[in-house]
């Protein structure tokens, strides 16, 4: 399996590089690549309720025989299922599809505007009733994680958020730093945008990687969880030959310094 993890601050060890899929196609595109991935070593599959594919990872982990304690899963509650009641059974609906008792980890998929502290509360209730093993956020801004834990209990172990070289988020993981929350990086090849960018393919062609390999490499390095996607056998593996070269700190300024504060995806406080 791959290397390396990090330790969520209730305990929890989460493998820090994951396979992510959305855009996957329910049915033999989902179930092929997750199989794919975990043969090449994966063991942290990201996917949501809202991908619509969450029956395609539940069969791809059953027909690859890996016991489920070997696996972490995470999956979020959509929008409109936002709010107590509806939260938890979102839940159950989510285990229902994945044919599985319990996820690794639970996010709110994005803020929206007041609910996520209903939400959050289900989540809480969740966690503590032994149902989940780790809750957390995803697309929150600093002024929600503020909100939020102002006026909840448990504080969330990870918020992922939009992350890439060109949308380094320094902000929020000072933030997340300060307040022991992890931060996992959607996005992270900047949804594909990136592959072809000169500053990061010159560092790859002195290490012999490919561009993204390096973007994955600086997400490690950063201490960052990391779930490219892919549905391409070669890349799913390419994307996990991370763990035998190392950026140096120049590298890791070169790239540091193409962030523009530029979003491929949607800024949570337009998504409402
Ligand atoms: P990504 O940055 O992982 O880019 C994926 C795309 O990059 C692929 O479709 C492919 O075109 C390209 N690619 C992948 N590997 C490559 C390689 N080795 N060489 C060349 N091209 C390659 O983008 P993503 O899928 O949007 O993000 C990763 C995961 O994050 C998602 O699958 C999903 O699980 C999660 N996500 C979460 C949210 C959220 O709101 N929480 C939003 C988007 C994505």
């Given at each position: 399996t791959i290397q390396g993890s990090v330790t969520l601050h209730n305990g929890v060890k989460m493998p820090q590089l994951g396979f992510g899929v959305f855009k996957v196609k329910n049915g033999s595109e989902t179930v092929e690549s997750v199989k794919k991935a975990?043969?090449?070593?994966?063991?942290?599959?990201?996917?949501?309720?809202?991908?619509?594919n969450e029956e395609g990872v539940g069969q791809a982990i059953r027909e690859s025989g890996i016991p489920r304690e070997e696996l972490f899963i995470t999956s979020k509650v959509?929008?409109?299922?936002?709010?107590?009641?509806?939260?938890?059974?979102?839940?159950?609906?989510?285990?229902?599809?994945?044919?599985?008792e319990y996820l690794d980890l639970y996010l709110i998929h994005w803020p929206g505007t007041d609910k996520y502290i209903d939400t959050w509360k289900a989540l809480e209730k969740l966690y503590t009733d032994s149902r989940v093993r780790a809750i957390g956020v995803s697309n929150f801004h600093v002024h929600h994680l503020e909100n939020l834990?102002?006026?909840?209990?448990l504080k969330p172990v990870i918020n992922q958020i939009e992350l890439h070289p060109r949308l380094s988020q320094l902000e929020i993981r000072e933030y997340c730093k300060k307040h022991d929350i992890k931060?996992?990086?959607?996005?992270?090849?900047?949804?594909?945008?990136?592959?072809?960018?000169?500053?990061?393919?010159?560092?790859a062609d002195k290490h012999g990687k490919t561009a993204a390999?390096?973007?994955?490499?600086?997400?490690?390095?950063?201490?960052?969880?990391?779930i490219p996607k892919s549905v391409t056998p070669s890349r799913i593996v390419e994307n996990?030959?991370?763990?035998?070269?190392?950026?140096?700190?120049?590298?890791?300024?070169?790239?540091d310094?193409?962030?523009?504060?530029?979003?491929?995806?949607?800024?949570?406080?337009?998504n409402l």
């Amino acid at each position: 399996t791959i290397q390396g993890s990090v330790t969520l601050h209730n305990g929890v060890k989460m493998p820090q590089l994951g396979f992510g899929v959305f855009k996957v196609k329910n049915g033999s595109e989902t179930v092929e690549s997750v199989k794919k991935a975990l043969e090449a070593g994966y063991r942290h599959i990201d996917t949501a309720a809202i991908y619509g594919n969450e029956e395609g990872v539940g069969q791809a982990i059953r027909e690859s025989g890996i016991p489920r304690e070997e696996l972490f899963i995470t999956s979020k509650v959509w929008n409109t299922e936002q709010g107590f009641e509806k939260t938890l059974q979102a839940y159950e609906d989510s285990l229902k599809r994945l044919g599985t008792e319990y996820l690794d980890l639970y996010l709110i998929h994005w803020p929206g505007t007041d609910k996520y502290i209903d939400t959050w509360k289900a989540l809480e209730k969740l966690y503590t009733d032994s149902r989940v093993r780790a809750i957390g956020v995803s697309n929150f801004h600093v002024h929600h994680l503020e909100n939020l834990m102002n006026h909840t209990e448990l504080k969330p172990v990870i918020n992922q958020i939009e992350l890439h070289p060109r949308l380094s988020q320094l902000e929020i993981r000072e933030y997340c730093k300060k307040h022991d929350i992890k931060v996992e990086a959607w996005g992270p090849l900047g949804q594909g945008n990136l592959i072809n960018e000169p500053t990061i393919n010159h560092i790859a062609d002195k290490h012999g990687k490919t561009a993204a390999q390096v973007m994955i490499r600086w997400h490690l390095q950063n201490d960052i969880v990391v779930i490219p996607k892919s549905v391409t056998p070669s890349r799913i593996v390419e994307n996990t030959q991370v763990f035998d070269f190392e950026l140096s700190l120049d590298e890791m300024n070169q790239i540091d310094s193409l962030n523009l504060g530029e979003r491929y995806g949607t800024n949570p406080d337009e998504n409402l």
